[in-house]
């Protein structure tokens, strides 16, 4: 790999970071920062934390590369179920969803299979041979998962939890993964054909300078990368996440786990998903921009009304999906590389496509292991029992089984772990939220990794979870405002 565009400051040696001690060795924040100051280097800067952005990361982190991913966000800030995804398939260009079957089933069962999962959805409004075709596939698929244990119809895995993942096997990999960051600036050295990248902390609003040898920009990255002289050195055309989720409180008869296509009035579409009872995500797919809150509210209200549910209030809402396109390719415009994509299943060739502009010396330095979320089911088994004998609720145990996934296991080496520092949410969780997802503020931790604003009541959570985060000593004070998260959820509303 000495030859490669991508490799040009990476040492020879192999990563060798295990997996027993995931957190032991991980560089914090201000860690990574210092290093960056000091002039510490990298083969490839990824701009964007999404699922293309931090899978290839990953990968080229295995293959000996060191690498920076900058987010302006959090991990999965605007990822979504696949669900969505494959029902605009199914819907729009069914034969595209036919052609595209083995690589959806080779994602969803070997990618990430501890998160793949069944779901029930009537398909029988789809007409058409490529729509049945199509259905076919994806019964075949969602049986074939794991976690199936009947007859299910659509095969999906959420999104955020996965990028999550993705983030913590990044960091044991070595990646430098800087949330809350822009770039300032990017710069390329024709004679070398690297650039120079100014990263921006917007925690302190200062910047530092390092160098890459190429650019990888993830699709949910919409950002202009602009010269020092603000002239835009590649185009990004700016999008409008084309999803809104609206989590929305509802009477009726709820079957969790379900999900359902609906037509809505303005010609688009939409599902709805139960997830607990009294409770269903709303997702109203490809608005974009173009609907004012009054607008939203009334689609969501609509789409409640098709599946049968009457809707009581909004609990939460937010922007999430990217804009996919015909084809699946990884443009290289001198050493920036733009991923385009069909569908998030095809993340897969997206890193072999990356992976492509890697030059091979002939000597292999990949180290392959799990993913640090996987099922283990002894462990899975090992935090219940813990968590039991500490007294925490079957309720509880349940709700951080499913925020947690695999990563459960991790919990129990927190300290005072099993402690509730508000209904429903433990210390330990705050801990791994620290460790795990490098939360910088208070917004990051509710609607990221404990992803409450699904939650009843949610609001009432805020004020003793920003105490426990502000325990920890890992977020600024200034990012524990319960006040502005109040107000950021308002506009997100509006």
């Given at each position: ?342 569908a998030p299943w095809n993340v897969l060739t997206v890193i072999k496509k990356t992976l492509a502009f890697v030059e091979s010396d ?21 935090f219940i029992r813990y968590a039991r004998g500490a007294g925490v609720s079957e309720s509880v145990i349940a709700a951080v089984l ?93």
């Amino acid at each position: 790999m000495s030859s490669s565009w991508l490799s040009l400051y990476s040492s020879e040696e192999a990563n060798t970071q295990g997996n027993e001690k995931p957190f032991s060795n991980l560089l914090s924040r201000k860690e990574a920062f210092r290093l960056m100051e000091g002039g510490h280097r990298f083969d490839l800067v990824v701009f964007g934390c999404g699922l293309s952005g931090i899978a290839v990361a990953r990968e080229a982190a295995l293959e000996g590369a060191q690498v920076l991913v900058i987010e302006p966000g959090y991990p999965g800030d605007h990822g979504c179920s696949w669900r969505e995804s494959i029902l605009r398939e199914l819907s729009r260009a069914p034969w595209a969803l036919v052609r595209g079957a083995r690589t959806l089933r080779q994602a969803v069962t070997s990618f990430a299979p501890h998160l793949a999962r069944g779901i029930l959805c009537d398909l029988s409004t789809f007409r058409g041979l490529g729509a049945r075709l199509a259905s076919r596939s994806l019964r075949s698929i969602a049986s074939a998962l794991t976690h199936a244990d009947g007859q299910f119809d659509l095969p999906d895995m959420d999104e955020r939890v996965l990028i999550r993942e993705l983030t913590l096997a990044a960091r044991q990999e070595g990646v430098f993964v800087m949330c809350a960051t822009t770039p300032g600036f990017v710069e390329r050295d024709v004679e070398s054909g690297t650039f120079r990248v100014a990263v921006r902390d917007l925690l302190s609003d200062e910047q530092v300078v390092i160098r890459g040898g190429g650019l990888f920009v993830d699709p949910t990255f919409s950002q202009p990368l602009a010269s020092r002289i603000g002239t835009p050195i590649t185009k990004i055309v700016p999008v409008s996440r084309p999803h809104v989720v609206v989590v929305c409180s509802v009477e009726g008869d709820v079957d969790v786990g379900r999900s359902r296509l609906v037509e809505l009035p303005d010609e688009s579409f939409g599902t709805v998903c139960e997830l607990q009872p009294g409770i269903v995500e709303v997702s109203l797919l490809e608005v974009g921009g173009r609907a004012d809150h009054d607008t939203l509210s009334n689609l969501a209200r609509h789409a409640c009304e098709v599946a049968g549910y009457t809707m009581r209030g909004e609990l939460s809402r937010r922007r999430a999906g990217a804009v996919y396109g015909p084809g699946v390719s990884v443009e290289n415009r001198r050493g920036i590389l733009l991923p385009h994509e069909s569908a998030p299943w095809n993340v897969l060739t997206v890193i072999k496509k990356t992976l492509a502009f890697v030059e091979s010396d002939g000597v292999s330095r990949r180290v392959r292991r799990p993913l640090p979320g996987e099922w283990r089911g002894s462990e899975r088994e090992s935090f219940i029992r813990y968590a039991r004998g500490a007294g925490v609720s079957e309720s509880v145990i349940a709700a951080v089984l499913t925020r947690w996934q695999g990563r459960v296991r991790y919990i129990p080496d927190m300290e005072r772990a099993f402690e509730e520092v508000c209904p429903g949410v433990l210390r330990g969780e705050i801990a791994l939220a620290v460790a795990s997802d490098l939360v910088t503020s208070l917004e990051d931790l509710v609607f990221g990794s404990l992803a409450l604003h699904t939650t009843p009541g949610w609001r009432e959570l805020l004020k003793p979870i920003a105490e426990a985060l502000g325990e920890t000593g890992a977020v600024d004070a200034r990012e524990l405002d319960v006040e502005r998260v109040m107000l950021a959820q308002g506009e997100r509303t509006s």
